[in-house]
């Protein structure tokens, strides 16, 4: 009678397969570590606040309306308009992110009839303690108007704008506002110094921050050992 040492090969086959679930068992979820994350980009919202504004008269072109808790923006004595002016810092901005959307704010505090409001970009520097209307920049209007029919919240999209300023095809010299609807009086909005500052309403995505992955050592995984 012979005396089997050795298992058959079917027992063999059985406990190898034993050892490679095992070890499979094992290493998935490390490998699982060392996986790129899935996380979706951010989407973040902001408002800014401006930073500097002050208007500009032409009828008085020595005057300085930095510090004033309004805009004037309806037709003055004469029918002339003034320039109104407000700068944003756009330092919060992430460097990577994307602009989704931007919008100016405005607050009109009185409104004694409609007006519709021009937006213009400041094309030089000015300082909101010394602006009058002989030393303020030239401007660029385009006819970017948009009506204030009553008190409350007057929006211009400014997406380019802004993209234009953080890409640096543009120089942040910030905005300008002037009323455009002849024969009206009575129409206001606050500064930055009154109940509700012109604001800069930004929208954008950056990328997920991944953090760092978990160092396992000489975990038997090729992509830990770069």
Do not use: C
Not at 160 to 177: A, E, K, R
């Amino acid at each position: 009678m012979s005396i089997q040492i050795f298992p058959s090969w079917r027992r063999r086959a059985r406990m190898h397969a034993a050892i490679l679930w095992t070890l499979l068992a094992v290493l998935l979820p490390i490998r699982a570590l060392y996986a790129a994350p899935t996380a979706s980009p951010l989407a973040v919202t902001v408002e800014l606040l401006a930073v500097e504004d002050a208007g500009a008269i032409a009828g008085v072109p020595t005057f300085n309306g930095g510090g004033a808790p309004y805009f004037v923006l309806n037709a003055r004595a004469g029918g002339a308009f003034d320039d109104n002016f407000v700068l944003f810092d756009l330092a919060a901005l992430p460097a990577n992110a994307t602009i989704d959307s931007a919008v100016f704010r405005l607050h009109v505090n009185a409104a004694a009839n409609p007006l519709a409001i021009e937006l213009g970009r400041a094309d030089g520097a000015w300082d909101e303690g010394a602006l009058t209307w002989n030393n303020k920049p030239t401007v660029t209007w385009a006819g970017f108007t948009r009506t204030a029919a009553a008190v409350g919240a007057v929006e211009w999209p400014i997406k380019p704008l802004l993209v234009g300023w953080l890409d640096g095809s543009q120089d942040n010299f910030g905005i300008v506002l002037r009323g455009l609807t002849p024969n009206t009086g009575g129409v206001r909005a606050d500064t930055r110094e009154g109940a509700v500052a012109p604001r800069l309403v930004v929208t954008y995505t950056q990328p997920a921050d991944e953090g760092p992955r978990p160092d396992l050592g000489d975990a038997p995984d090729s992509t830990n050992h770069i």
